[in-house]
């Protein structure tokens, strides 16, 4: 009977006490969640001019991309001309103090940047910063 008891004994000291280990893991798991940065991106890459006043705006959150061919994209989706209006109007609803960025591509048409700058007007917006990388 003695013998029992001391084999339960050693059991019950041998064993590996996980809630330490777990609560470092989820505190490390909080830790990058909370430090992480998330990039807004218009869902196409171009290559826009070089402005050796360029300067750079915190509170960009929606992004517009023309393409060198003239091809619009926001939120990594292209769209037809005559829908961006209506998309970034809804899109500046849901945040209301976030301003639009155009980043336009160095060999896309100036008529069409126009094109973009005036659907974005009829559509309320006021706040419109054009994209430009230092040199």
């Given at each position: 009977m003695r013998r029992s008891s001391l084999l339960n004994q050693e059991q019950d000291?041998?064993?590996?006490?996980?809630?330490?280990m777990l609560d470092v893991v989820f505190?490390?798991?909080?830790?990058?969640?909370?430090?992480t940065s998330f990039v807004r991106e218009s869902g196409i890459e171009v290559d826009p001019?070089?402005?050796?006043?360029?300067?750079?705006?915190?509170?960009?959150s929606i992004l517009i991309a023309i393409t060198g061919e003239g091809d619009v994209w926001v939120d990594k989706q292209p769209l037809a001309l005559s829908a961006l209006g209506p998309v970034v109007a809804r899109?500046?609803?849901?945040?209301p103090q976030s301003s639009v960025v155009i980043q336009a591509d160095k060999s896309s048409r100036s008529g069409r940047l126009?094109?973009?700058?005036?659907?974005l007007r009829q559509a309320g917006v006021d706040k419109i910063a054009l994209a430009?990388?230092?040199p």
């Open positions: 000291d041998t064993e590996v006490n996980l809630t330490p505190i490390l798991l909080i830790f990058f969640i909370v430090t001019p070089q402005a050796s006043t360029a300067e750079v705006q915190s509170q960009a899109l500046q609803a849901e945040r126009v094109e973009v700058m005036d659907k430009a990388q230092q």
